[in-house]
């Protein structure tokens, strides 16, 4: 039998960490979506009279073009992972796993797409807690990776400073698109409990120990498929999210 105080604690201390979790979330996408903002605003002539408006339009517009971008590049980072590791890949989904998906299969492998705004790669279980905790957190450093690419780039191709701050429309792009990257990449490694009843990467890296806050967090982990219909939990070795 657990102790009946320490259980408590760890159950505090998981649920403590998923609402912290929750708010680091907020604050990095505000963080990535004012970045965006701001660079969307230099794109305009200094003088030129333009509304403050059109950048947010634009801001939004891009943020929502680049969010299911970041969403298969996270996805094919655990894919990969797994592939390099031998570990056998059932399914492949972009999307929630409580909405309808359309599925076809691939090598024996499930793909299921739906709305790119979540994703999973389920997976047999893995050999190892170091393999499992690489194959976790490869899905943020697919992230990370691609944010260092479109900064560099944005770097490397953006003119000589002049006298006015004025930056080219290619270069808002790419430094708004490294920040949504990296917060998904962030936000990705932070503890959090989904609102279909998945755990997060972060959190599951967590679930690899063998204490009581690992099994707290795990506990009562529910998977809700399409039309309601109930998984059966999932552990730290058979999905990556």
């Not at 039998?1 to 998923?18: D, N, T």
């Not at 194959?135 to 953006?158: D, K, P, Q, R």
């Not at 006015?164 to 949504?180: D, F, G, K, M, Y």
Request: aromatic letters at 6%.
């Amino acid at each position: 039998m657990e102790s009946g105080g320490r259980w408590q604690y760890c159950r505090v201390l998981a649920k403590g960490l998923f609402r912290v979790g929750t708010g680091l979330r907020l604050v990095l996408s505000v963080i990535a979506f004012g970045l965006s903002m701001v660079m969307f605003t230099l794109v305009e002539p200094p003088g030129s009279g333009s509304e403050p408006g059109a950048a947010f339009v634009a801001c939004l517009v891009l943020l929502l073009a680049g969010r299911p971008a970041a969403v298969v590049v996270h996805e094919c980072g655990h894919l990969l992972a797994c592939l390099a590791f031998r570990v056998k890949v059932r399914e492949f989904r972009i999307g929630r796993p409580d909405r309808a998906a359309y599925r076809f299969a691939v090598r024996g492998v499930t793909v299921a797409m739906g709305k790119p705004f979540a994703g999973q790669v389920v997976h047999d279980p893995v050999p190892s807690r170091w393999r499992a905790a690489v194959i976790v957190i490869a899905g943020s450093l697919a992230n990370l990776v691609a944010a260092g690419v479109l900064l560099a780039l944005g770097l490397a191709t953006a003119p000589p400073l002049s006298g006015a701050v004025q930056v080219p429309v290619h270069q808002a792009i790419e430094v708004s698109l490294a920040a949504l990257f990296a917060a998904t990449g962030i936000c990705g490694l932070l503890p959090v409990r989904t609102g279909w009843g998945s755990l997060s990467d972060g959190a599951r890296l967590l679930t690899l120990g063998g204490g009581r806050l690992a099994r707290a967090l795990r506990q009562d982990e529910v998977l809700q498929g399409p039309r309601g219909a109930i998984w059966r939990p999932a552990n730290a070795g058979e999905a990556a999210e």
